[in-house]
């Protein structure tokens, strides 16, 4: 993380240092082709992209120290801006940011036939989640449960849906088991349709834009995790 931040800081000099603040309009959302435009979006991006990191590390120092950069450069005050960002990297060389290990595990016994895809997937649901991939973490939640679904329906009924249903998705699994009257644990099925819910959402393209924000995306993580817990109960 701490390369990621110098990187960052990197192209936010570079940057800084081309851009001509006097030749920007003054609402630089108006998308014009100027080069003085496109830096200016580049520099808010790597801006952005360094407080992510912080906040990430929960370094509230150096949050606000770049709260004062930012401040800076919305006041056109560059020189300073620059000094600060020599500050900023200094200090950046000498960081030691937690990398925050969230280890979305398992209480569970899991089949020996799904642990590895189920390990493999919460592997990447938590690298997901750290870089604010929150659409894609979302996704993988409906992964997690189509394997863990598949692999309750055969066990309660003998049946393999991977052989004869390919590709049914995870609202049709829980129909197949309510048509059998099996019910897993009770409430779990609605557990299940909220998160799927959320994943139609995230994935298919809706009349309005929907985009989850963190706190969404960790409570989403964490039913599943119960779900998962649930149907493997020991």
Not at 4 to 28: G, T, V
């Amino acid at each position: 993380m701490e390369k990621e931040i110098l990187n960052h800081i990197s192209e936010l000099k570079k940057n800084i240092q081309i851009i001509n603040l006097d030749k920007i309009e003054s609402n630089w959302k108006s998308y014009g082709r100027s080069k003085e435009i496109y830096n200016l979006a580049l520099i808010r991006l790597n801006l952005k992209n360094i407080r992510n990191l912080l906040e990430q590390g929960n370094e509230h120092r150096l949050l606000t120290f770049l709260d004062k950069i930012e401040k800076n450069f919305e006041d056109k005050k560059i020189e300073i801006v620059l000094q600060d960002l020599e500050k900023l990297e200094k200090l950046g060389k000498n960081l030691k940011v937690k990398n925050k290990k969230l280890h979305f595990k398992l209480k569970s016994f899991l089949p020996i036939e799904i642990k590895q895809d189920i390990e493999a997937d919460l592997e990447e649901l938590e690298r997901c989640y750290l870089h604010n991939c929150f659409r894609s973490s979302i996704i993988l939640c409906g992964r997690l449960l189509e394997t863990a679904l598949h692999r309750k329906y055969y066990e309660l009924t003998g049946n393999d849906l991977l052989e004869k249903s390919p590709g049914i998705g995870l609202g049709k699994i829980i129909a197949k088991l309510k048509q059998k009257n099996i019910e897993i644990i009770p409430g779990l099925n609605q557990q299940i349709h909220l998160i799927n819910q959320i994943r139609i959402f995230s994935v298919h393209k809706q009349s309005s834009y929907f985009q989850p924000n963190k706190e969404q995306t960790y409570a989403i993580i964490l039913y599943t995790l119960d779900v998962l817990n649930k149907l493997f109960k020991k």
